[in-house]
């Protein structure tokens, strides 16, 4: 009882110390607190908006299905018995998706549209909004032989009609009858590359665009009674037609791609906010470090009174404690804050609420990040101040370059990084990356731990210069305590992050405006009849005569099952989900395709007859882990077919040319119904005469989708932009992050170079000698710094580039220049505006402490 009554009266005299000591306020702890608290903002603000979102798409599901549950097939109709049991489930809307061209009456103009035509049920759950505002079945209504439609504003400003006028869609004539404003199920149907046009069944069947083999999907969208039975619906559904090919998805997972893709991309986001707040860990390292510093003469009181040294480590861990848990309150204020003022910016995009509300489980994860990088970095500093010797009460003395503290200390620092490591790994999307994120940032510490032993090393042995400020500069850099590996691995991670990014945007813009343009087709040209290819092919020569025309065979195709295991049940790695997501283009070929090459395996003999072959593309076999031999199940029109991997291939997918995961053996689809896709190559082809090619084909076949290359490289590069700055402004948090250590760095440093600024202008040295002896060093040192971090985030990017987008990947030397810049300017710039108060201090003071 007296151990455990001496045990907590120690740590109420420590608490009650440690107030005390607080009166005084923060001074020396802004840093910390900017530090906590900027990681803590980023990674509560990214998780709370992913929660938000997803959580919106949750509880409007059925708004954004347009039904509760939604049966997709692709190239065919449900046949009589699938249409039956759809019927019994309860009320029905049928639409059919497809993607063709829009023409004006006098051929001047047209433009690709996504278009949907729905029946008089839609939309089962949510509401079409249009302008001009009328029931849907009077703005589709058919009138003369003329059949309204409603389009998307992009649609008028591309084919320059307002609403009232007319065009043509395949055989049909249409009318704009207005305007639409809101499509309840525009999310849940997937990213379009054309503006929407909304048309009646009736009008897409006078088009004449479906026949045999188009790429259509046809959507049976069903309200039920109960919802709770949707799950026994969907597997009375797979159970009673196994073969029936169909994608099933209910109102709890409306939009799956999309959910996904926020799920990944918030992840990306968390871990740069983790990225800020390990980087700012460094920050309260040298923040504790400097504020006990300053306490030394404290801390040795506390001894000579007789304080244990347990006393002393209590009462600084306890305020430090403090001032975390205020940094983290903090950013726990604005991460809160941020989904709120987002959601006035994505309402229009997303499904988000714009009302004011709290994600606990975010805003905990985010306290739970805060709180052990504040430990984990707070411990050492800790330690070695408990070291401090009485005799520092009657003269300053420093305690850099004391020894590491004490084992439980080390001890303790590295469960509390082991901690947030495991919590990054376990809370991640794809563990894998966390794990790879992770230690590419430990051997980031490392590697700049490294760099700034090099950089010391290099100045140490530099010959002798004769300008006095710089042979002071470079004393500076590696004398004991010198400021160089703080200002290394402060700016270091940040550098290195923001050059990653900039080369990675760079590239990948490069890339779609320069390079790609050059080898990819002029178009890609879809549903192509087999009657219609050599009046089409005659066509484009006459057109284009310079331009190479490359025809296959195209069928849709959903993989069920490999070696006979359904794909559903099994744990797939993220880089190969998109190949089992939704139906594939598939085909068939005698000879292998031109624009690929086998790694493994053989091709076929082009006679051949024997059992179906399939063959796949290389590095999607290796990220699901198929081998040769394997099998593989695919639904084509509604039949099962099981072919063999015979070999893989090669793809050159960044060539844009037509590419496929799966090329089968001729003989697994004789007979089989289908469509034929083109590419016309034609690099010398100018505008004008592209212009004519597309008019010539649009005229002349209106029941074939032509698609210009050039035109969805414009609304991918559009996309990129807005992703990139996204990434930009992630990643300057980062950038800030390092900013504000490098401030704590210089802080902490501040008591040294007050003590060398004294005695060398008692030396005789002028205040422009020293101005200039810091502009020296701190120039040295970011000038060292940027090149680190061009070295490392050109490594960075050439791998995410090169191995990972398999592009073409290159050093871009404007971003060399920009990264220089902005490290001399912020190392330069925050160290004169650090130690400007160290030039004018007055000498007779710190020569007492001496």
């Known amino acids: 009882m007296r151990a455990d009554a001496a045990k907590g009266f120690r740590l109420g005299l420590a608490f009650r110390l440690a107030l005390r000591e607080m009166r005084g306020g923060l001074k020396g702890f802004y840093i910390f607190l900017a530090c906590v608290a900027l990681g803590t903002a980023a990674i509560a603000g990214v998780n709370s908006l992913s929660q938000s979102i997803t959580g919106s798409i949750a509880s ?102 307002q609403t009232g006028d007319e065009f043509l869609l395949g055989n049909a004539r249409l009318r704009i009858a207005g305007v639409i404003t809101r499509e309840p199920d525009a999310l849940s149907d997937g990213f379009g590359f054309a503006p929407r046009l909304l ?59 999309l959910t ?65 848990l205020l940094g983290i309150g ?116 490392i590697v700049l731990r490294g760099v700034a032993i090099l950089v010391a090393m290099l100045a140490r042995r530099a010959p002798r210069v004769r300008s006095p400020a710089l042979r002071l500069a470079i004393g500076n850099i590696h ?38 343009p050059e080898r990819a087709p002029n178009f890609f040209f879809v549903d192509i009849q087999g009657a219609q290819i050599e009046g089409f092919r005659a066509l484009l020569q006459k057109n284009l005569p310079e331009g190479k025309i490359i025809e296959v065979p195209m069928l849709r195709g959903r993989i ?83 072919a063999r991997i015979a070999n893989f291939r090669k793809v050159e997918w960044e060539s844009l040319s037509i590419n496929f995961v799966m090329v089968f053996s001729p003989n697994t689809f004789a007979g089989a119904p289908h469509a034929w896709i083109a590419t016309v190559i034609d690099p010398q082809a100018t505008a004008a005469e592209e212009t004519a090619a597309l008019k010539a084909v649009t005229n002349s076949y209106p029941t074939i989708t032509s698609v210009r290359v050039k035109d969805a490289l414009d609304i991918i590069n559009v996309l990129l932009g807005q992703l990139a700055t996204a990434i930009r402004a992630a990643a300057a948090v980062a950038l800030v992050a390092s900013v504000l250590v490098l ?3 210089l802080a902490a440093g501040n008591r040294a170079r007050t003590h060398d600024a004294v005695v060398l202008k008692t030396l005789g040295a002028t205040r422009s000698t020293l101005i200039r002896a810091f502009c020296y060093e701190y120039a040295m040192l970011g000038l ?30 404007d971003v060399a220049l920009i990264t220089m810049a902005v490290a001399l300017v912020v190392t330069v710039g925050f160290g004169l505006a650090g130690t400007w108060r160290v030039l004018g201090q007055k000498a007779a003071p710190v020569l007492r402490e001496l």
């Open 60 to 161: 409007q599901g059925r708004e954004l299905l347009a039904g509760d549950i939604r049966f997709e097939l692709n190239n065919r109709v449900a046949t009589d018995e699938e249409k039956a049991f759809i019927d019994g489930l309860g009320t029905v809307a049928v639409s059919s998706s497809l993607r063709s061209m829009a023409r004006l009456p006098d051929g001047s103009n047209q433009a690709l549209v996504e278009l949907k035509a729905v029946d008089g049920a839609y939309p089962l759950y949510g509401r079409l909004e249009s302008e001009p505002a009328a029931p849907l079945g009077d703005l589709l209504a058919e009138h003369g032989g003329v059949y309204n439609a409603l389009a998307a504003p992009l649609l008028l400003e591309r084919l320059g009609i």
């Open 199 to 257: 048309l009646s069944a009736d009008a897409l069947a006078a088009s004449g665009l479906v026949q045999t083999g188009s790429l259509v999907a046809h959507v049976y969208k069903v309200k039920v009674a109960d919802p709770t039975t949707i799950p026994a619906v969907r597997k009375q559904a797979e159970e009673t037609f196994p073969q029936a090919g169909w994608s099933i998805r209910s109102s709890q997972n409306a939009a799956p791609a």
């Open 260 to 324: 996904a893709n926020i799920t990944r991309f918030s992840q990306f986001l968390t871990l740069v906010g983790l990225t800020a707040l390990i980087v700012g860990g460094v920050g309260v390292a040298n923040a504790v470090r400097s504020f006990l510093d300053s306490k030394r003469g404290v801390i040795a009181t506390f001894k000579c009174v007789g304080a244990p040294a347990s006393m002393v480590t209590t009462i600084y861990l306890i305020q430090i404690l403090l001032i975390a």
């Open 330 to 445: 903090i950013g726990l204020v604005l991460g809160a804050l941020i989904p709120f003022v987002a959601a006035q910016f994505l309402a229009g995009m997303l499904p988000v609420s714009t009302a004011f509300q709290l994600y606990p489980g975010a805003l905990g994860l985010a306290a739970l990040f805060g709180l052990l990088t504040s430990l984990a970095f707070a411990i050492l500093p800790l330690g070695r101040a408990r070291e401090v010797p009485a005799t520092a009460l009657f003269r300053e003395q420093g305690f850099e370059r004391a020894r590491l503290p004490s084992w439980p200390y080390l001890i303790a620092a590295a469960l509390c990084l082991a901690a947030l490591a495991g919590l990054a790994i376990l809370t991640a999307y794809d563990r894998r990356i966390s794990l790879t994120f992770l230690g590419a940032i430990a051997f980031s510490f």
């Open 479 to 516: 004398r004991p305590g010198a400021l160089t590996p703080s200002v290394v691995l402060s700016l270091g991670l940040g550098l290195a992050l923001l050059v990653t990014l900039a080369l990675i945007d760079g590239n990948l813009r490069r890339e779609l405006t320069g390079n790609l």
């Open 560 to 642: 069920l099952a490999f070696n006979g295991e359904d794909v559903t049940k099994m744990k797939v790695p993220p880089g190969g989900q998109w190949v089992l997501r939704g139906d594939r283009g598939i085909t068939y070929a005698k000879n292998k395709p031109e624009n690929s090459s086998l790694t493994e395996g053989s091709w076929w003999a082009p006679d051949y007859a024997g059992e179906p072959l399939v063959s796949f593309s290389a590095d999607e076999a290796g990220e699901l882990g198929l081998k040769i031999g394997d099998t593989v199940t695919v639904n084509v029109l509604g039949r099962n077919i099981t």
């Open 743 to 745: 401030a704590g760095a």
């Open 784 to 813: 060292s710094t940027a090149i680190f971090a061009l070295f490392a985030g050109g490594v960075a990017a050439w791998f995410v580039v090169s191995r990972i987008m398999s592009l073409p990947s290159s050093f871009l030397p």
